[in-house]
């Protein structure tokens, strides 16, 4: 409903006074949706519990002091392009100015304003109230909501919920006090509805509805305790339990969590450890999946209840002081149900906790002694396969790296990619399948060495490579069609000079990434043969993949140079496995070529801007002068044109 759907005044739209009748039947008729509103505008720091009841307070209390309010009160001042009733207007214009005014910090020299208090009326005692749970979208529009200022909030409640315009915005913004009402505005417009959904219908949703409430007691055994004392000073607990009560919604056992959000059936059963779903050790040997699925549940801790309630809780709704992290594409909201547990113990000095959810793995760790400082890193893994569920990082200190293995890996190792002529050696793990540390390529300084997993199953050998997330991404050679684990001697000396361009993949939500060598060419005057590399990063989110083509000269210590970037190309992949790409190189005699080099099924090369020339074939080399700009495209056998990577 907007403000254009409220009946107008009779007595016209104009401004003029505003009668205590008026403006009360006004507050009756539309008081679901003025407490609503300052529902909305309030901070969300208060808690679910106070916001209910300081919104009905603010709305009840809104009513002019005398008999009759002249225009100049705040809020009844209404124009024509408004066309709503002069009282509803005035009351709306009072529940804005007191909600903004209760957001506001209470500071030690300020004489502290009526609506900054936690209200006397309405009071409930032994329940604790808060609004029916919402969707995903809700809970996603009430977190960017909390990220706003009141005003803010304001301008986008007024703008969404009453469908104002922004000069009207603007104006009422105004006239409930706000000092600059114009970056309010356009901080609202920063916040988007999620999932498509309209604004209107998100906020008329029961998340946000302080009328229809749901109840739980409060802490019982608390109340037991503190019985008799309650009883002896029944003044103290009024004024103590208003002023301190209302905010809280327990620390205590939940360690760094915040307050509770929402608490209905299918939310508790996600939190609740003993509804964690445990798979047995040996599922995955018979089982028709090999993935995260089937791992056992496995560490010293596993039975620690506390510690997977606060996990739990952490995750459901992390505190100011936890440590979170995704990758790129990652949902970091609760779990949808009660997750997998993959593992529980202590790994270097922090006790550690991983989940698996169908959609996601998820790692939760805290200090050994305490509950502060707690970590919570999330990382999507759908659609993982025996390969892309071999490991997992379980500890991450310093330049160092640890790693929990899947129950099928039989043997690990590490490879120093830098070194392909090196024998992997042996990376030893305990029954847990957790490995020791090693060194990580992500934290070292520079690029002397790039240190990767190797892992051994019953079908292969794979390569798995830490790039800063919470799953390693697998490294392989060849066409996009057919990639092979880079095992042999050729692929390994072609990744020996690209694994330093994996530095642009890092935190990238990268699942796998695939080296290409798409062509040889041999240098102008008798220099050799250069190589030219496609390398593909594929994403576990399917989108925001990353190619670069690399040229490498013959000298076999010198690293590949980037001559190409791209992102979401799909150049190098599956479904378009081809490639175009150039540089501006040098050779000794100080001349400058264009070189340029493409895949098997280009037919014809050509160039033009500040180097003109043409080449049949897939390889081009043109003299240039130093400096020169050249764009280069190529043709297909089939006619069609293509454009170099860029």
Same mark, same amino acid.
């Given at each position: 409903?907007?403000?254009?759907?409220?009946?107008?005044?009779?007595?016209?739209?104009?401004?003029?006074?505003?009668?205590?009748?008026?403006?009360?039947?006004?507050?009756?008729?539309?008081?679901?949706?003025?407490?609503?509103?300052?529902?909305?505008?309030?901070?969300?720091?208060?808690?679910?519990?106070?916001?209910?009841?300081?919104?009905?307070?603010?709305?009840?209390?809104?009513?002019?002091?005398? =008999?009759?309010?002249? &225009? !100049?009160?705040?809020?009844?001042?209404?124009? /024509?392009? #408004? %066309?709503? *009733?002069?009282?509803? $207007?005035?009351?709306?214009?009072?529940?804005?100015?007191?909600?903004?005014?209760?957001?506001?910090?209470?500071?030690?020299?300020?004489?502290?304003?009526?609506?900054?208090?936690?209200?006397?009326?309405?009071?409930?005692?032994?329940?604790?109230?808060?609004?029916?749970?919402?969707?995903?979208?809700?809970?996603?529009?009430?977190?960017?909501?909390?990220?706003?200022?009141?005003?803010?909030?304001?301008?986008?409640?007024?703008?969404?919920?009453?469908?104002?315009?922004?000069?009207?915005?603007? =104006?009422?913004?105004? &006239? !409930?006090?706000?000092?600059?009402?114009?970056? /309010?505005? #356009? %901080?609202? *417009?920063?916040?988007? $509805?999620?999932?498509?959904?309209?604004?209107?219908?998100?906020?008329?949703?029961?998340?946000?509805?302080?009328?229809?409430?749901?109840?739980?007691?409060?802490?019982?055994?608390?109340?037991?305790?503190?019985?008799?004392?309650?009883?002896?000073?029944?003044?103290?607990?009024?004024?103590?339990?208003?002023?301190?009560?209302?905010?809280?919604?327990?620390?205590?056992?939940?360690?760094?969590?915040?307050?509770?959000?929402?608490?209905?059936?299918?939310?508790?059963?996600?939190?609740?450890?003993? =509804?964690?779903?445990?798979?047995?050790?040996?599922?995955?040997?018979?089982? /028709?999946?090999?993935?995260?699925?089937?791992?056992? $549940?496995?560490?010293?801790?596993?039975?620690?209840?506390?510690?997977?309630?606060?996990?739990?809780?952490?995750?459901?709704?992390?505190?100011?002081?936890?440590?979170?992290?995704?990758?790129?594409?990652?949902?970091?909201?609760?779990?949808?149900?009660?997750?997998?547990?993959?593992?529980?113990?202590?790994?270097?000095?922090?006790?550690?906790?991983?989940?698996?959810?169908?959609?996601?793995?998820?790692?939760?760790?805290?200090?050994?002694?305490?509950?502060?400082?707690?970590?919570?890193?999330?990382?999507?893994?759908?659609?993982?396969?025996?390969?892309?569920?071999?490991?997992?990082?379980?500890?991450?200190?310093?330049?160092?790296?640890?790693?929990?293995?899947?129950?099928?890996?039989?043997?690990?190792?590490?490879?120093?990619?830098?070194?392909?002529?090196?024998?992997?050696?042996?990376?030893?793990?305990?029954?847990?399948?957790?490995?020791?540390?090693?060194?990580?390529?992500?934290?070292?300084?520079?690029?002397?060495?790039?240190?990767?997993?190797?892992?051994?199953?019953?079908?292969?050998?794979?390569?798995?490579?830490?790039?800063?997330?919470?799953?390693?991404?697998?490294?392989?050679?060849?066409?996009?069609?057919?990639?092979?684990?880079?095992?042999?001697?050729?692929?390994?000396?072609?990744?020996?000079?690209?694994?330093?361009?994996?530095?642009?993949?890092?935190?990238?939500?990268?699942?796998?990434?695939?080296?290409?060598?798409?062509?040889?060419?041999?240098?102008?005057?008798?220099?050799?043969?250069?190589?030219?590399?496609?390398?593909?990063?594929?994403?576990?989110?399917?989108?925001?993949?990353?190619?670069?083509?690399?040229?490498?000269?013959?000298?076999?210590?010198?690293?590949?140079?980037?001559?190409?970037?791209?992102?979401?190309?799909?150049?190098?992949?599956?479904?378009?496995?081809?490639?175009?790409?150039?540089?501006?190189?040098?050779?000794?005699?100080?001349?400058?070529?264009?070189?340029?080099?493409?895949?098997?099924?280009?037919?014809?090369?050509?160039?033009?801007?500040?180097?003109?020339?043409?080449?049949?074939?897939?390889?081009?080399?043109?003299?240039?002068?130093?400096?020169?700009?050249?764009?280069?495209?190529?043709?297909?056998?089939?006619?069609?044109?293509?454009?170099?990577?860029?």
């Amino acid at each position: 409903m907007s403000t254009q759907d409220l009946a107008p005044s009779p007595a016209g739209p104009g401004p003029g006074p505003v009668d205590v009748e008026q403006a009360e039947a006004a507050l009756v008729e539309h008081y679901p949706r003025l407490v609503r509103i300052a529902y909305l505008v309030l901070p969300p720091s208060l808690g679910r519990n106070r916001r209910v009841l300081t919104a009905h307070a603010l709305v009840q209390r809104s009513l002019p002091r005398r =008999r009759t309010s002249g &225009a !100049a009160a705040p809020g009844c001042s209404v124009r /024509a392009e #408004d %066309a709503v *009733d002069p009282g509803y $207007a005035y009351v709306r214009g009072e529940v804005l100015r007191q909600a903004l005014i209760a957001g506001l910090p209470l500071r030690r020299w300020a004489l502290p304003r009526r609506a900054q208090f936690p209200p006397l009326l309405p009071q409930v005692w032994g329940l604790r109230l808060f609004p029916r749970a919402g969707g995903a979208d809700e809970l996603a529009l009430d977190q960017r909501l909390s990220a706003l200022s009141g005003p803010a909030r304001a301008a986008y409640v007024l703008r969404g919920l009453e469908r104002q315009g922004d000069p009207e915005v603007l =104006r009422v913004l105004t &006239a !409930a006090g706000v000092e600059d009402a114009q970056a /309010a505005l #356009d %901080a609202a *417009d920063g916040v988007e $509805a999620a999932g498509g959904i309209g604004t209107a219908a998100l906020l008329d949703s029961p998340e946000f509805d302080p009328c229809s409430l749901q109840a739980r007691p409060t802490d019982l055994m608390r109340r037991r305790q503190h019985g008799k004392a309650a009883l002896a000073a029944a003044a103290a607990v009024v004024v103590c339990g208003t002023l301190l009560g209302l905010p809280g919604d327990g620390w205590g056992r939940n360690g760094a969590a915040a307050p509770s959000y929402a608490r209905n059936p299918a939310a508790e059963a996600a939190l609740d450890p003993g =509804r964690l779903k445990r798979v047995p050790p040996g599922v995955w040997q018979h089982s /028709a999946r090999t993935d995260f699925s089937v791992w056992p $549940a496995r560490g010293a801790l596993t039975g620690d209840r506390a510690l997977l309630r606060r996990a739990l809780a952490v995750w459901a709704r992390p505190g100011g002081s936890v440590q979170a992290s995704a990758t790129p594409g990652t949902p970091v909201g609760p779990p949808m149900g009660p997750p997998q547990l993959l593992y529980a113990g202590e790994v270097d000095g922090s006790r550690v906790v991983l989940f698996h959810d169908g959609l996601r793995a998820v790692r939760y760790a805290e200090p050994v002694g305490e509950t502060s400082g707690a970590a919570l890193d999330f990382a999507r893994t759908d659609g993982a396969d025996a390969v892309g569920s071999s490991a997992l990082v379980a500890s991450r200190t310093s330049a160092n790296v640890r790693y929990l293995t899947a129950p099928w890996v039989r043997e690990t190792a590490v490879r120093d990619l830098l070194a392909p002529s090196k024998e992997p050696w042996s990376l030893e793990r305990n029954a847990d399948g957790l490995t020791r540390a090693m060194l990580s390529p992500v934290q070292a300084p520079g690029c002397a060495s790039w240190n990767t997993l190797q892992v051994r199953d019953g079908t292969g050998t794979r390569l798995l490579t830490d790039l800063g997330e919470l799953a390693p991404a697998r490294l392989t050679s060849g066409p996009p069609a057919a990639p092979v684990d880079p095992t042999g001697a050729e692929a390994r000396a072609g990744w020996a000079r690209t694994a330093c361009q994996l530095v642009a993949v890092r935190s990238h939500g990268v699942r796998s990434v695939n080296a290409w060598r798409f062509a040889e060419q041999r240098l102008p005057e008798g220099a050799g043969r250069a190589a030219w590399l496609c390398t593909r990063a594929e994403t576990w989110r399917g989108t925001g993949s990353r190619v670069l083509a690399q040229f490498q000269v013959p000298a076999p210590d010198a690293a590949a140079a980037l001559a190409a970037k791209a992102d979401e190309s799909p150049a190098c992949g599956v479904r378009e496995p081809r490639v175009l790409a150039g540089v501006l190189w040098q050779a000794k005699s100080g001349q400058w070529y264009v070189l340029a080099a493409g895949s098997d099924d280009l037919a014809s090369l050509r160039t033009s801007g500040g180097v003109v020339g043409r080449a049949q074939g897939h390889l081009l080399a043109l003299k240039a002068k130093p400096g020169a700009r050249a764009d280069l495209d190529g043709t297909l056998r089939s006619g069609e044109r293509v454009s170099a990577l860029r």
